[in-house]
């Protein structure tokens, strides 16, 4: 591969999608489409890389640090639920662009990094109306990448809010889709539903990058060891194989080091969402090597003396979660509520906030994900397609006739799914 910084001037000058360049005329920050993330991920082999939830700005800058220390590609994102319209996190769709782009010419980060936004819920066909309004937003804001999730509906109103919703998403950006709504062991996701999803889209020509499903794992704190099954994983894949389309691995801070290496050795995953373990660690609570919270006898967190807030700053989170009344899970509403105060401390607390996620990242990307110099087979890509698009990369194999919204209907009839419980499952 050539030297990393001529190929970092010819990634800069044609890499960065047009949204991006017009909104930071001047920037150093290879950003880019998700679409380079998940090939780069992929042309490695066997790996993948963290897509890190910067529910706050010590995370993004801790995550970039990470990054840039292992030579490795990597998504910088935020979810509806924590930075969309009724966010917890301080973190935003409209704002999360600027913050990585800001982090990344701080800090001379000249790693490729795609901004994704994730978990766009769509919970009923009411949503869609407003969901057509936001969604342009989202990419005039400097999105890169999207993920649709309709996951919470029947596998025939999933599919047509993802047709119909995909006008509204530039052609050049990072797609991923959903199936399985994320509820640990209810409800688990299986080849049929994912295949046809994946071959309704296929037949109108859209392509996702990724797919997400409900393969054991869970949103936020982990309680069970039951976590993600690979085999299940594996089999998915293997039936999406025809349609080029790799996995979104949802859930990961409840599981151990070995089941996510085998998530990235065994299955066609690009991509790994870590959220609450960046959250704690970024604190300064106590976690075990995979990054879930380790609880004392009552039950309570752990804070680590010398690691993220201050013990001052720990005792007044504490008191204000109790006077709400959050149990564990509700500690995510801090992010919102404390921000700014974090941004008041001493910049030796505040450097290491960063520290203690820069060094959890930098053990994932290298030890775990295998995602270590996947930087310059991202770099490697722009330079070939010389565009901030390197165009789809699946082709169209079913009939669009077969895909009528009638058929769509009919088909779906045919699927037996078990989309387990209702209830609120988003972190």
Known sequence: MASINSDFDKALAVGRPPNISKLFPNSKALIVSGKYIDLALEAKGKAMTIAANGRNNFIIRGSLQAA?????????EIARSEGGATAYCPTNYWNIARQVDQAMNELGITVPVAIHADHYGIKSEDDLPFA???????????????????????DDKNLLANLELNPLIPDWAGLETEIGEIKGTQGMSAPPEAVF???GLNAHNIFPNWI?????????????????????????????EPYRVNGAQHGTSGNSSDRLRAIAAQTNTTKANVATALQMISWGIQ??????????????FQKVSGRGVSKEMWQSMLSYANELGYDNGGYKNLNLAFENKFHG??????????????????????????????ADFCIDAIIKANSHDPGPKASQIEDKK???????IAKAALLDTDKGPDGDFDD
């Not at 976690?287 to 309570?300: E, K, M, Q, R, T």
Request: net charge negative; aromatic share 6%; glycine share 6%.
């Open 402 to 408: 077969e895909w009528t919204k009638a058929k769509i």
């Open 287 to 300: 976690v075990n090597d995979y990054g879930n919270a380790i609880l004392d006898d009552a039950g309570h």
């Open 132 to 154: 057509k309004q936001e969604i342009p937003t989202l990419f005039e804001a400097g999105i890169t990448s999207i993920a649709i999730d309709a996951s919470h509906m029947l």
């Open 197 to 199: 999803l994946i071959a």
């Open 68 to 76: 840039q220390r292992a030579n490795a590609a990597i998504i910088i």
């Open 345 to 374: 401390q001493p910049k030796a607390i505040k450097e290491r906030m960063c520290k203690g996620v820069e060094d959890f990242v930098y053990d994932l990307l290298i030890n775990v994900f295998n995602a270590g110099d996947s």
């Open 212 to 240: 997400a499903l409900n393969n054991g794992s869970t949103h936020g704190i982990e309680a069970s060891d039951q976590g993600i099954q690979v085999d299940l994983t594996h089999e998915v894949h293997t039936a999406l």
